[in-house]
């Protein structure tokens, strides 16, 4: 059965904080994104990655940086919280080929204060 | 023209009742259909994908495509409470996408009363 989990399923940070959002697969899916989701926006794409060390940016990568050390950890960072970040975070995998279905995660509820 | 359009809903219906969930899309590159059914507070989770025009069938769910008119629907029929979700219409193949991306609709939320 195919997994994503991500580290934590809520979080609240101050203004100003860096804070790290991680993401593992255990489906070897070379694919990975980082999506957040807020009502009435859908999901916006923030950046994925088609490979280790490879990241392409999103539709809004703004004010977020993301690391592929590893085939099955991907993480999201925030350099520097903003309020506006507050939403909800999505992490999915994906192979390279075929309909390129995307497996989720259960998301981050981050609240930024 | 936005590239995916879909109603957000709330969709209510009493138990039991059929329900149709439609998204209709410009790109006509797109190649893969897919339903992702989002319960609150949860991440999404694949229903089923389609390729081809016509209907594909798993249990109570139905997808069905009509690419001449740029058109996909889900349809769940004997519908329960715990059909109660945001349903997500995806779409993705498109040459032009690179690297296996995504389109996806914003979602119409449905709610199932007992």
């Known amino acids: 059965d195919v997994k994503v989990t991500q580290s934590s399923r809520y979080l609240v940070k101050r203004t100003g904080e860096k804070v790290f959002l991680e993401c593992v697969q255990d489906m070897d899916h070379e694919n990975m994104f980082w999506y957040r989701q807020d009502p009435g926006l859908g999901l916006r794409l923030i950046y994925f990655?088609?490979?280790?060390?490879?990241?392409e940016k999103g539709d809004i990568p703004e004010g977020y940086s993301v690391s592929r050390e590893k085939k099955e950890r991907f993480s999201l960072i925030l350099e520097s919280a903003s309020t506006n970040q507050t939403s909800m975070y999505l992490c999915?995998?994906?192979?390279?080929?075929?309909?390129?279905?995307?497996?989720f995660g259960p998301g981050t509820r981050l609240t930024v204060t | 023209q936005k590239e995916v359009e879909q109603d957000p809903g709330p969709l209510s219906v009493p138990e039991g009742a059929i329900v149709s969930l439609n998204c209709t899309y410009s790109?006509?590159?797109?190649?893969?259909f897919m339903w992702y059914r989002q319960y609150s507070r949860k991440g999404p989770e694949l229903l089923m994908y389609t390729y081809s025009s016509g209907n594909k069938e798993d249990g109570r769910f139905t997808a069905q495509v009509d690419k001449s008119s740029k058109y996909i629907s889900l349809f769940i029929r004997d519908s329960q409470p715990s059909d109660s979700a945001t349903y997500l219409c995806?779409?993705?193949?498109?040459?032009?996408?690179?690297?296996?991306?995504?389109?996806f609709g914003k979602g119409t939320m449905l709610l199932v009363s007992p």
């Open positions: 990655s088609y490979d280790v060390k490879m990241k």
């Open positions: 790109n006509s590159a797109f190649q893969y």
């Open positions: 995806a779409f993705g193949g498109a040459l032009n996408s690179g690297y296996s991306t995504l389109t």
């Open positions: 999915a995998s994906s192979r390279p080929r075929g309909a390129g279905e995307q497996y």
